[in-house]
């Protein structure tokens, strides 16, 4: 067990910052799902905006490898551009 008032305080703070980034991810792994799993254009728009936007504050906070991001925004932008060709 640790002593130190150091480890002690990390200790803490690696369980809250492990916390938020499970959610965070779950978070987004949710938005990517409703928005893969939508059937129109306008649904599909609100959403976009939103999935994309979150992908970057995940990727700029160093949860998500830039090109992870890079890779799920281009998946999600060819879907959403499948819309506008039918």
């Known amino acids: 067990m640790d002593r130190h008032l150091q480890q002690i305080k990390r200790t803490r703070q690696d369980v809250q910052r492990h916390a938020t980034n499970l959610k965070n991810k779950s978070k987004m792994r949710n938005l990517i799902k409703k928005f893969m799993a939508s059937n129109s254009h306008d649904e599909a728009a609100g959403l976009y905006?939103?999935?994309?936007?979150?992908?970057?504050?995940?990727?700029?906070?160093?949860?998500?490898?830039?090109?992870?991001?890079?890779?799920?925004?281009?998946?999600?932008?060819?879907?959403?551009?499948?819309?506008?060709k039918s």
């Open 49 to 84: 905006n939103e999935t994309v936007s979150f992908l970057d504050k995940m990727s700029q906070k160093g949860i998500l490898h830039k090109n992870t991001a890079a890779r799920k925004k281009s998946q999600i932008t060819r879907h959403f551009n499948s819309f506008a």
